[in-house]
């Protein structure tokens, strides 16, 4: 029993002393002083501006109209004599057109140059009419191949003179045409892109041409055109003011200064100042000679184009229904003369003249020049003023009376004598 007793007691010992060694190490931690609390400085949100991502510019452009293209293309513009009668009403395939042009003609009726480079189909294009010598300039500004339905005395006499590539349903050209019977002839006569460039590469016509170089307005430069508010009070913010020594061509990526020697700097005559900023301007009527050929664009603020009239008709296009549309118009004072009893007509293409441009509800005011080989093109103090991307409509009225004495602007007549 003592040995028993001595081995409980034994035990009792080490537990005592385990319990001890327990509340002292217990009562050491709670002496122990708690860690300094850490401060953790706050998080100011950043107030560095987030850099905006620069604006892609197109990879490729159309030349003709400095719209974005998947990929390049040389092809030599078609230029077709497009009847504007108003029996040959409403034409065919204008909407693919990237330029139309609107000349005088016998009589004081108008003709049309619908320009085709960057479209490639088979729609429709027509009725197609007769060419005259300014018409076979005009085309040969731009390197075209020329298509018609017979012309003039002088113009055949230009085209064998020259041996001028070109494709006439009378002499030498069936191939590419077609008469629809739902009309009367001459106003009957159509025919197609395929077509026009299959007939010119069995002649061995070039297909390929030294394009023209025009510059455009791309990227921030049009966002901010397009969206200015001039307000009420008729000023016109420094955005609207297209650059004119600053320029972006469809084939360049550096920006170049593009001026004409030959322009004069000083105002032309007539009521506006071509050094004068751009003014508001969103319907335009011009009148080449008849009253039963007047144009008119109404200006559309949602799309920044232009709507084309006839003597205050909308002008649609035969194969979509859809009214002509531009983003540039263009209008030129020409010096035509009648030649003969028949009143066949002249054009001066080279002396150059009084022009206004509109653009995004605005108009400037300036001069075309035409240097030979060139196109036309139009200036202000004598830099070259670039066109919005998009369908340019040339309208060359005549100088006869005055050039302002054939437009009316926003109801109000440019020369109140004419």
Known sequence: MNALSSLKRSRWCCILVLVAVLTACQSEEAAQPAPPAVSVPEQTPSTEPIPEEPVQQPAYTAPLTGLDVEQPDDA??????????????????????????EVLAEGGITRLI????????????????????????????????????GGSTDAYSILQRDDTEHLDEITNASAPFWRD?????????????????????????????????????????????????TGDS???????????????????????????????????????????????????????????????YLYNEATGLYKRQMNGEDHIDLNTGKVLT????????????????????????????????FQQGNMISGQWSRKSGDVIRFYQDGKEVPFVPGVTYYNIVPNSGSFNSHLTIDGEKMDVNG
């Not at 479209?119 to 009725?127: A, L, M, S």
């Open 76 to 101: 030599r513009p078609i230029a077709v004599m497009i009847n504007n009668a108003p029996a040959a009403r409403p034409q065919s395939g204008l909407t693919q057109a990237d330029m139309v042009y």
């Open 114 to 149: 619908a320009v085709y480079q960057s479209y490639h189909g088979d729609v429709t294009i027509g009725p197609v009419r007769s060419i005259r010598p300014y018409l076979i300039h005009i085309g040969d500004t731009l390197h075209a191949l020329l298509v018609h339905a």
């Open 181 to 229: 019977s739902s009309r009367k002839a001459p106003h009957n006569l159509y025919t197609n892109e395929v077509k026009l460039r299959e007939a010119a590469q069995k002649k061995g016509y070039a297909e390929t041409v030294t394009l023209p170089t025009f510059s455009f307005v791309h990227g921030a430069e049009q966002s901010a055109t397009s969206s200015t508010d």
């Open 234 to 296: 008729g000023a016109t913010d420094a955005a609207t003011t297209p650059p004119t020594d600053a320029m972006d061509s469809n084939t360049a990526g550096t920006a170049t200064e593009v001026s004409d020697p030959a322009v004069s700097n000083t105002s032309p005559a007539g009521e506006r100042s071509a050094d004068s900023a751009p003014e508001q301007a969103t319907t335009i009527e011009l009148r080449f000679l008849l009253d039963s050929y007047k144009v008119g």
């Open 326 to 357: 531009a983003a540039n118009v263009l209008v030129l004072g020409g010096d035509y003369k009648v030649l003969d009893d028949v009143g066949r007509l002249s054009l001066d293409m080279n002396s150059g003249g009084e022009a206004i441009l």
